[in-house]
């Protein structure tokens, strides 16, 4: 039986598969109010205006009475669903990965994926993977962690309409249980990047489902193995997370009471929360203002090279996205090297390919590449049939990404000047981002973060079928696919991936943008390092 370790993905990574060594906590907490429960009674939560602090502290540490300690993060969007499965958006998921927690788990300090609930993982065949649980694990209300929870978590993600992780599972045609604390899953092709698409889907607990008697009803019940209990949610304001007493492990363990998740689309509103003392952590400082952050001498600034890549996606179920001249002419036309300096202050990179320094199979000499080039767009204009220019929707969030509306209408502008006049729209988060997984947005600004192996990003966006976010569908490209989810051997997989990502930039189904830094503002009562995935972990805070 041979035995195919996840380091042969990876590189020069090799991923750990010893058990850690963590203790196991006995008494079960108790069961936390569920959604729209105020903290300590059972009255509904307010779910309009601005809402004071929760309970027992001051909305940015202690309370003066001695109360319990608290931690106050800015997420600069608001959760789209209070379901772990009904989004997809990294910061989210550094969220909820404090109440529920993955098989595994990616190391950012150690560039590895490293065991979790599970204490080892091996391939005894290219279409299968076994994973060994840890055991006497228990859930937040008592019950035990088993793989009937991981068959059912994983299931659940594939099969459930209100699923929007379903793509990480479309090539895993077998889940199964062979004992207790054993899970088996069956592949329809050998996936060798399959591992990196586990790192940060959470289990849920089969009991607390089967309880509830359906998903919604479920998800009002937050019950996961974590560090931190679910205490409320209040809708457009506040997640409020408190620490887990019984927690099993060590690595991750709190090291203060509570913790508050508040939602702030303004990125100055959450810079002047930030030096008021009302919040610990900001995300996505503006460059204009990361010199004030940095001296003000309450706050500072903690930044880290950012693994989000930041693109136009042009659908090609619309017209006229599905003309592969004109989005060549979108590609020529944007300057990428002035968004970076003029709008960003140079706290980011360009991207010259579809993915960035540091994530696996990187080569910035792939080719074709897009230089800017106003007179080249025109010419593909024409050569696409819009001698005349060509009338165009442009949907961008406001507030999810760093001058994401600024970046928008910078584009819009420069769209304009090789004759494709673009119409600027800014749908709410909820709205927009629902729209991009459902294929309802021709032509649109996102970002994908969390890139470290992009095996699952290209084949949810480029391979026929997995995802309608842009429509894109070529044979060539989906061969290369999956002959690299195939191969696991480095160096061919590495080339594999290079000749997909070279089609891919022909063809021009998206114009690759730029990576920020990510740049977050610190209270100085904390320490705290950033990470470059936008998670957020407690477990990386500490009180001075």
């Given at each position: 039986m041979r035995a195919l370790r996840s380091a042969m993905i990876h590189g020069p990574v090799r991923l750990v598969v010893a058990a850690l060594l963590l203790a196991v906590a006995c008494a079960p907490a108790q069961p936390k109010p569920s959604i729209g429960t105020a903290p300590g009674g059972n009255a509904p939560a307010a779910s309009g205006g601005e809402a004071p602090a929760a309970s027992g502290a001051q909305a940015g540490g202690s309370s003066q009475s001695g109360g319990p300690s608290r931690v106050t993060e800015v997420l600069g969007s608001e959760v789209v669903s209070i379901s772990p499965y009904g989004d997809s958006a990294s910061p989210t998921y550094g969220m909820w990965m404090h109440v529920f927690e993955p098989l595994i788990w990616f190391n950012e300090a150690t560039s590895q994926n490293e065991p979790l609930l599970a204490t080892s993982w091996t391939n005894p065949d290219p279409n299968t993977w076994v994973f060994i649980l840890r055991q006497g694990v228990k859930f937040h209300d008592g019950g035990d962690f088993t793989a009937d929870d991981v068959v059912h978590s994983y299931k659940r993600m594939r099969d459930d309409p209100m699923s929007a992780q379903r793509s990480t599972f479309s090539n895993v045609d077998g889940i199964d249980a062979p004992d207790?604390?054993?899970?088996?899953?069956?592949?329809?092709?050998?996936?060798?990047?399959?591992?990196?698409?586990?790192?940060?889907?959470?289990?849920?607990?089969?009991?607390?489902?089967?309880?509830?008697?359906?998903?919604?009803?479920?998800?009002?019940?937050?019950i996961g193995t974590g560090p931190w209990l679910f205490k409320e949610y209040v809708p457009g304001q506040r997640v409020v997370l408190e620490k887990n007493p019984n927690y099993w492990g060590s690595e991750h363990k709190a090291t203060f009471d509570e913790l508050v998740v508040r939602f702030m689309k303004e990125p100055q509103a959450a810079v002047t929360a930030l030096q008021n003392g009302e919040v610990d952590v900001i995300p996505n400082v503006p460059p204009q203002l990361v010199d004030q952050v940095a001296n003000s001498g309450k706050t500072h600034i903690s930044s880290a090279p950012g693994t989000r890549l930041m693109f136009l996606g042009m659908n090609s179920a619309y017209k006229p996205w599905d003309n592969v001249k004109l989005r060549q002419a979108v590609n020529y036309a944007i300057d990428k090297e002035g968004i970076v300096k003029g709008i960003l202050n140079g706290r980011?990179?360009?991207?010259?390919?579809?993915?960035?320094?540091g994530m696996y199979a990187y080569d910035p000499n792939l080719q074709p590449q897009y230089t800017y080039d106003p007179a080249k767009a025109k010419q593909l204009l024409a050569e696409a049939g819009f001698p005349n220019g060509v009338d165009v929707e442009l949907q961008s969030p406001s507030g999810r990404y760093l001058k994401d509306k600024e970046i928008a209408e910078a584009i819009v502008s420069m769209l304009g000047q090789v004759g494709i006049r673009a119409k600027l729209t800014t749908p709410e988060w909820g709205k927009i981002w629902p729209d991009i997984q459902a294929g309802r947005s021709p032509f649109y600004l996102l970002g994908r973060g969390a890139v470290e192996d992009p095996g699952e990003y290209l084949e949810q966006y480029f391979k026929t079928g997995?995802?309608?976010?842009?429509?894109?569908?070529?044979?060539?490209?989906?061969?290369?696919?999956?002959?690299?989810?195939?191969?696991?051997?480095?160096?061919?997989?590495?080339?594999?991936?290079?000749?997909?990502?070279?089609?891919?930039?022909?063809?021009a189904p998206m114009v690759f943008l730029l990576q920020y830094e990510d740049t977050y503002g610190v209270s100085n009562r904390l320490d705290f390092k950033a990470r470059g995935d936008e998670y957020v972990y407690a477990w990386d805070m500490k009180l001075k």
């Open positions: 207790k604390y054993t899970v088996r899953l069956h592949t329809k092709e050998p996936d060798a990047a399959l591992i990196f698409r586990l790192n940060n889907r959470m289990i849920t607990s089969k009991a607390v489902y089967d309880k509830y008697g359906s998903s919604e009803e479920a998800d009002k019940h937050p980011a990179s360009v991207l010259k390919t579809p993915i960035g320094p997995v995802t309608p976010r842009v429509n894109f569908s070529d044979p060539e490209v989906d061969a290369d696919l999956v002959a690299a989810a195939r191969e696991f051997d480095p160096a061919k997989r590495v080339d594999l991936l290079h000749k997909t990502m070279s089609r891919i930039m022909e063809l």
